[in-house]
């Protein structure tokens, strides 16, 4: 038995279907695999650390908060005090840096203000007496710095530190202020200042990793 014979709508579906029939294949023909590979390699890298430190305050360890007045020409001042380098990282310089507050002519006279002089022991200084204080030293001393209490920033460079190497390295520092005998200006009279010292360590310079 002979079917219907398909009208020109039908024709034109199937026409269109076997189009798509033809695109597929040939679509078909252009898929193909790839071989792939990978790998991976993963690296930490960390930053250190430039820490310096004072001592404990209030021990001989830190003295340099304990303050002094009555000053008169010839007198002097000293003060303990222990820096370290706690930080993962030598230091290439440590500086100590002063600023007064306010300031006056027994900062900022550079004849007849106050005189400081930074000094070392290869021991701890030992403390004799406390009014005032006064050190002995158990092993040798070697002077780090003598200039004005007045130093521009940046300061001069302590030279001779162990507390330049990491890893905890300490000085043993003590600091001696001299107001100079020939200090008879009146106006150095009835002043006060405030002074602050500031170490400030420098790292070491950069190298191949």
Not at 47 to 63: D, K, Y
Not at 65 to 87: E, K, M, W, Y
């Amino acid at each position: 038995m002979t079917g219907p014979l398909l009208g020109g709508t039908g024709r034109k579906v199937l026409l269109s279907l076997g189009a798509l029939g033809v695109a597929g294949a040939l679509a078909g023909l252009g898929t193909f695999a790839t071989f792939t590979a990978t790998t991976s390699a993963s690296q930490t890298v960390a930053s250190g650390t430039v820490i310096i430190a004072l001592g404990a305050t209030g021990a001989s360890t830190n003295r340099l908060t304990v303050n002094a007045d009555g000053l008169v020409p010839g007198d002097t001042i000293q003060r303990s005090f222990d820096l370290s380098n706690t930080g993962s990282q030598d230091l290439a310089s440590i500086e100590l840096n002063t600023s007064a507050s306010p300031s006056s002519l027994l900062f900022t006279d550079a004849t007849n203000g106050l005189q400081m002089v930074v000094d070392r022991c290869t021991a701890a200084w030992t403390e004799l007496t406390s009014s005032p204080y006064t050190y002995s030293c158990g092993g040798s001393t070697t002077i780090l710095t003598t200039r004005t209490v007045n130093q521009p920033v940046p300061g001069v460079a302590m030279t001779g530190l162990s507390s330049l190497s990491a890893g905890g390295a300490t000085d043993h520092l003590r600091l001696t202020l001299t107001f100079p005998s020939s200090a008879a200006d009146p106006t150095l009279q009835g002043l006060s200042s405030t002074i602050t010292y500031n170490f400030v360590g420098t790292q070491r310079a950069g190298t191949s990793h």
